[in-house]
């Protein structure tokens, strides 16, 4: 019999294979698991002189995580620019961009993120001025909270070319003083004017910023990603940068790219055999469909209930997103289509469905990220489809009072029921996939577990939760970021359970969450990350 390297042992291990966690252990040999045991913690057979020992009494330990929705090189640029969150007026938040501006006096473009209008104190959109009077010689590009709007300054504007004259590009807008001039924030695809000039960074750049995401990813127990890349036009992921990480012996987490649906096909069938390993892969398309209802840009059925007529915006053209489906599903990849509005959702099951009509069902496992909201007619589609939920819990708490929270007067009546439909949708699929849709969040996962379980705001509102019956277990929140992740990648055969002859990839926590009730539950610390069978973090202070 083998010997393991490593055995760690407790009184919890969740293997993903039952509903709850045992007393058992855990035998690591090199890269891959050796043994699992939950029903007690007898290892003395895996066990010789050479053999290093671990117990962590009553900490639950389990697959690392898997965040299925990640915007890695965002994330890492969130990470190193100013964050603009704690602002809570347009000024407040020109002066800490203009602070930025001098701490990074070698940067060509001031880049920040994580502001947010709707939370100032006075609820209006900033203007190019304010950024003028603190950045007037350097281009400003400022994210929102969403990512799904941009401030700039006017040399920002000036450098894109982009003036009175410039009009709106297809499926975004450029919000406008009464002049006429361009007011320095912009909606949608119309960030991606400036997005493409602000966004290019050199390997070294791309490098950093990837580096500070994983220290944040392994601390989080996170050792897999899917990088979702396309953002209004820019591809945000560097395959050569990975693959040079890699190398350099410098990559601790698996990253899955999801490429830009709309791109060349062919061309990416080509990188997804050149850019292979069992860290790097090209396992997704991506694109978005519509916006957030926040801003009333996410597709409806029917209008918003406060904004009568309204609909929501398309983000893309359509009909090209439905003839790449088909293209793709007949090359065999699999793809995610952004939906957070019910109609969105809707043209994403009508886009599978068509593909698997024309072509059958292969080895593509699609699937739908956001999915805020749903009509009910098609919550069975999923099972019938094989369509895979792609969801982000964490966002169902947007404002951080249950009672500010837009959604509240975005919709009214029935459709209340269907908002963040977790249960019903993972009861259709059989399978669900978590992420933290990070930076629009942090990438704690413990934030998403807590509110999948609760359903509750910051301030413990509804009580009971909202729309308590679409809470999930513990147990299938855990598969959903473990295993669930992993079958949307077609990863499940090495990743996701504790199983023999899996790659160990494996956490520990400081407390088991089958045990922890409602805010203990954010409170969550990692004492140990293990990934191919290494030890990447330990906290010293937990261990």
């Not at 009077?133 to 941009?150: I, K, M, S, T």
């Not at 593509?364 to 969801?391: C, K, Q, T, Y």
């Not at 951080?400 to 908002?419: A, C, H, I, M, V």
């Not at 199983?499 to 956490?507: F, M, R, T, Y």
Request: proline share 4%.
């Amino acid at each position: 019999m083998q010997k393991a390297d490593f055995i760690i042992t407790s009184d919890a291990v969740f293997t993903g294979l039952a509903d709850t966690a045992t007393p058992g252990f855990v035998a690591i040999k090199e890269n891959k698991i050796l043994a699992v045991s939950d029903s007690g913690k007898n290892y003395e057979a895996y066990k010789d002189e050479y053999t290093k020992v671990q117990h962590f009494g009553d900490a639950l330990i389990m697959s690392s995580f898997y965040d299925s929705h990640t915007h890695l090189i965002l994330a890492g640029m969130y990470k190193t620019f100013v964050n603009l969150g704690e602002a809570k007026t347009e000024e407040e938040a020109a002066k800490m961009v203009g602070e930025s501006a001098e701490a990074m006096p070698d940067v060509p473009w001031v880049i920040g993120f994580n502001w947010y209008h709707v939370f100032w104190n006075e609820k209006k959109l900033p203007t190019k001025f304010s950024l003028d009077q603190y950045v007037p010689d350097r281009p400003v590009f400022l994210v929102n909270a969403e990512a799904h709007g941009a401030w700039v300054n006017s040399k920002a504007l000036e450098i894109c070319g982009i003036d009175k004259d410039t009009k709106d590009p297809d499926y975004g807008h450029i919000d406008r003083l009464e002049n006429g001039e361009p007011s320095g924030f912009l909606y949608e695809a119309a960030l991606g004017l400036v997005a493409v000039h602000a966004l290019q960074f050199s390997m070294d750049m791309e490098k950093t910023f990837a580096k500070k995401y994983m220290e944040s990813a392994v601390k989080f127990g996170i050792t897999s990603v899917n990088d979702m890349q396309p953002y209004f036009g820019v591809n945000m992921g560097n395959y050569e940068t990975y693959k040079a990480l890699e190398d350099d012996g410098e990559l601790v987490i698996r990253i899955h790219s999801a490429a830009d649906l709309l791109g060349d096909l062919e061309e990416t069938l080509i990188w997804r055999e050149k850019y292979c390993s069992e860290k790097r892969k090209i396992a997704l398309l991506k694109q978005f469909l519509d916006g957030v209802p926040t801003t009333y840009t996410a597709l409806t059925i029917e209008e918003y209930s406060d904004k009568q007529g309204d609909t929501g915006t398309q983000l893309s053209n359509l009909d090209a997103i439905r003839r790449k489906v088909l293209e793709a599903h007949k090359l065999g990849f699999s793809v995610r289509l952004h939906a957070c509005g019910d109609r969105a959702v809707r043209i994403a099951l009508d886009c599978y469905e068509e593909a698997i009509k024309k072509y059958g069902k292969n080895e593509a496992r699609h699937g739908i990220e956001h999915i805020e909201s749903i009509h009910p007619n098609d919550i069975p589609r999923f099972r019938e489809l094989g369509i895979i939920p792609s969801v982000q819990p964490e966002h169902l708490a947007l404002t951080q009072k249950f009672e500010d929270n837009p959604y509240l007067s975005r919709y009214n009546g029935e459709r209340t029921k269907y908002l963040w439909p977790l249960k019903s949708l993972l009861d259709s699929a059989g399978v669900m996939a978590i992420g933290t849709d990070c930076p629009v969040v942090d990438n704690d996962p413990f934030l998403e577990i807590y509110r999948a379980v609760t359903r509750l705001h910051n301030d413990g509102q509804p009580t009971g939760g909202w729309n308590p019956e679409q809470k999930l277990t513990m147990a299938e929140v855990l598969k959903a970021y473990t295993y669930g992740s992993a079958y949307g990648t077609h990863r499940e055969d090495e990743l996701g359970t504790l199983e023999a002859g899996k790659l160990a990839d494996i956490v520990v926590l400081d407390r088991n969450l089958f045990k922890t009730k409602g805010e203990d539950i954010r409170s969550t610390k990692v004492k140990l990350t293990i990934m191919d069978g290494k030890a990447i973090y330990e906290d010293e202070i937990l261990v």
